[in-house]
């Protein structure tokens, strides 16, 4: 039985989006959250892709812009103005991301000198290094689809930033990073770790060092030579392991772009591949015991699932570029016997978007909470080819 084709409803999606947010028709005061933005500059790619419709292809290009001109300068209800890189106007337009960008969030950050309120922390304005990484991930891949290196350089720009101010040396000198710093990057606002966040930094600093390879500029960028290493430094004998959905989902996101840049000659640090697969099966294991895809949608998060999701639409392109490649991925290898093992899960994509796709289950509240990172992540699901492929 053929599948329905998803691309009428990721257009629909879509669409909604781009009007509900203020991009197109563009609002003077746009919406923009940076994590939904990244995978909708990849949703946008995936329908032109798809269609050879070019205004996609003009609505990534459009978000880009406004991410850039909303969440790289300072918010309206703070008294500083500007770009948060510190930059003049005509500077700040031409390295809109060597400061980073901010979140989004809908309260300003926490000032200096005021206790920290767990529960109002997740709601506060800052920069979170994942998102940065997933920004870095969006432009290299609005790079490749136009040609034009100037989104490239942004990205470069944007990982130089991120690893120098979320990176700090421990007194016995070893690095380490903290989850949530300030809109200037002055001070770190979460000074833990997120658990996967090196590993993502990696499997991203990578995939942009091997842009850098490439691309012929007329104005050569700075390699991430040294960013790497210290990530991977940072990576050795970690756990990865976790019973979190969307933390599973970028773990199978980030063994599938290892593979594409093992295949590439643009991923120094093989062993790690097999770590990474060995915890996403035990996750999805331990997620499988926990019953929770039996649950009704008011005790379900809908865009972590979908990022579970997206991590298992992922399988296909692992799975491929290991047996295309035997000369790199010799057959005794045992990452070849952890491939069935994961694809055995690979249906629950199927039964997260069906669950989603029921109109009476975005009626829960924890559905329209979370509104538009929800769709847009669940048209990514549908449609994963623009954010999945290198």
Known sequence: MTEPDPIPIVRDIMQDFARLSGLDPP????HRYLWTDAFAVCNFLALHRRTGDFVCRDLALHLVGQVHHVLGRHRDDDPRRG????????????????GGLRI?????????????????????????YHYLTKWMH????????????????????????AHARFT???????KSMVWKMSIDLSRPLVPSMGMHDPLDGLATFCTLQMAVDSYRLTSP??????EISE???????????????????????????????????????????????????YGLEAFRRSRLLQLPAAYRLAFRELGLSIGLKCLDELSETIRRNPGIFDKKDPIYSKIPKLMKYEPL???????????????AGTWTEHREINRVMLATSLAPEGFITI
């Open 27 to 30: 609002s003077p005061s746009p």
């Open 83 to 98: 770009w948060i890189s510190g930059l003049g106007e005509r500077e700040g337009k031409q390295h809109p991301t060597i």
């Open 104 to 128: 989004g969030k809908k309260l300003n950050e926490r000032m200096p000198g005021e206790p920290m309120d767990e529960r109002l922390e997740w709601d506060r304005d800052g920069q979170y």
């Open 138 to 161: 969006a432009l290299n891949c609005v790079a490749r689809v136009t040609g034009n290196p100037e989104y490239f350089r942004w990205a470069v720009e944007l990982a130089k930033t």
């Open 168 to 174: 700090y040396a421990r007194p016995g000198g070893q």
């Open 221 to 226: 960028l700075p390699g991430l030579h040294t």
């Open 231 to 281: 990530l991977a430094e940072m990576c050795r004998n970690r756990e990865w392991t976790t019973d979190d959905p969307l933390g599973i989902g970028g773990l199978l996101f980030d063994a599938s772009r290892i593979t594409q840049l093992m295949a590439k000659g643009g991923f120094a640090y093989p062993d790690m591949l097999e770590d990474i697969m060995d915890s996403a099966h």
């Open 349 to 363: 994509a199927g039964m997260i978007e069906q669950f989603w796709l029921d109109e009476k289950n975005r009626m």
